[in-house]
């Protein structure tokens, strides 16, 4: 495993005027606190969005309808509304949360914040003290006037001194004794001046070395403090976006056993049930109309009821008499003798006077069909005069079946028309 780092062991410049390692550390921060920006960035945008897409659902489960249905599915569907409002109240609720995670991150920013201004505050400090000594110390306080306790003033006396010392040497050696003294008064003026600077020179050192080594100890607190600020940093972002992932997972599961209960009550729902309890509730009947019949108005037979007497016979029941007249097929049996009967018959009024019967040859036809009974298939009632009410199963005496579709029928000594689709052969 790889040993911890410090950052008080890595962030140092052998420049004593240089403040790298300081910058670069402060810049860290700087972005970290730019991260936590980013990242409550993140979490106010997704508050925003579960916020509208909670109000959505809700709304949306609100105004879905679905009243028209029934049963089952009319329960499944409500359910689905339900539990689609319990959705949507569940991302408001998830929106609340991250909203409180924001708060808990904006408040760690500012801590950090105000932690790292007290150290910025005496970093700037100690780093102008000890760039203002050490210029003090080293530089000179002009091009043409260098200050009295920087090393260069030290320098330039110890050469003067020098200079002094070796002038008096020569002159002594062979000037005259006023020049001699003269020059002796100098290099001792020069020495004096050297060892003044060397003291002040000292001094400025010494002066720097305590501030030096203030600014070692308070950059080596920093950098501690500044480790100890992005270790924190660190922990509480990785926390944070582990708790959204979580919560987020969460939601999930959330949003899933609330459809599973839909899921539960469409097992529920039948088909078959829901069609039956329709039938059930809605039904208007079990048997559609009869087929509407076509109805020949030569054809129809009026059956004259007894009630009443006045009614004429139809243009039908004309017809089916003038067929008698001309020897027609339809002629029964009863008729005919009657016709002939007729004419046999000697007319009082007629002066006695014999009139010879007629053998008019009847032309081939077809067999005029013999009385059967029927059974009723379908209610009927009547719609004219001449038609017969008749009921399902009635037994029915077929007199005539009409081509037309209508039969004559007898039933209990009533004679109509009914429609011949309704009867069934016994």
């Not at 609340?96 to 910025?120: D, G, M």
Request: net charge negative; hydrophobic share 30%.
């Amino acid at each position: 495993m790889m040993p911890q780092l410090q950052f008080r062991d890595a962030f140092w410049c052998r420049d004593i005027t240089a403040h790298t390692g300081y910058e670069m550390l402060l810049q860290r921060l700087l972005d970290g606190r730019k991260m936590c920006k980013d990242v409550e960035e993140l979490l106010r945008q997704r508050a925003q969005a579960e916020e509208r897409y909670g109000k959505d659902l809700v709304q949306i489960a609100r105004k879905a309808g679905g009243q028209t249905e029934i049963n089952s599915l009319r329960a499944s569907f409500d359910s689905l509304k339900q539990q689609m409002e319990d959705v949507g109240s569940s991302h408001i609720q998830l929106a609340l949360a991250l909203r409180e995670e924001l708060r808990s991150l904006e408040e760690f920013r500012e801590r950090q914040k105000e932690q790292r201004k007290k150290y910025e505050a005496v970093m700037d400090r100690v780093q102008k003290s000890k760039l203002s000594l050490y210029k003090k110390a080293m530089e000179p306080q002009s091009h043409t006037s260098p200050h009295p306790q920087s090393k260069k003033t030290y320098e330039q006396k110890c050469r003067d001194a020098d200079d002094a010392e070796q002038a008096f040497e020569r002159i002594s050696t062979n000037g005259q004794q006023k020049q001699v003294e003269k020059s002796q008064n100098k290099a001792k003026q020069c020495k004096d001046s050297a060892t003044e600077a060397e003291r002040a020179y000292r001094q400025s050192i010494e002066q720097l070395e305590k501030v030096r080594a203030e600014w070692e100890r308070e950059h080596r607190t920093t950098c501690e403090a500044f480790q100890l600020q992005e270790s924190d940093r660190l922990t509480i972002l990785r926390n944070a976006l582990w708790v959204h992932c979580n919560q987020l997972s969460m939601q999930c599961v959330k949003d899933d056993e609330f459809y599973e209960e839909v899921r539960v009550t469409l097992e529920g729902c039948s088909v078959e049930a829901d069609i039956n309890s329709f039938i059930q509730a809605k039904s208007t009947g079990t048997e559609p109309p009869a087929p509407v019949p076509y109805q020949n108005y030569y054809d129809r037979e009026v059956a004259l009821s007894p009630s009443s007497p006045g009614i004429q016979p139809s243009c039908g029941m004309i017809k089916r008499f003038s067929g008698l007249l001309h020897g027609s097929s339809k002629t029964t049996p009863l008729a005919a003798s009657a016709a002939s009967t007729d004419t046999l018959t000697p007319t009082p009024n007629r002066n006695e006077v014999v009139y010879a019967a007629v053998a008019v040859p009847e032309v081939p036809g077809p067999r005029p069909p013999t009385a059967q009974d029927y059974r009723a298939l379908y209610d009927y009632t009547a719609q004219n005069s001449d038609e017969l009410d008749i009921s399902a199963g009635d037994i029915l005496e077929v007199i005539l079946e009409g081509e037309d579709g209508w039969w004559t029928v007898e039933r209990n000594g009533q004679r109509g028309f009914v429609p011949g689709s309704y009867l069934e052969k016994l």
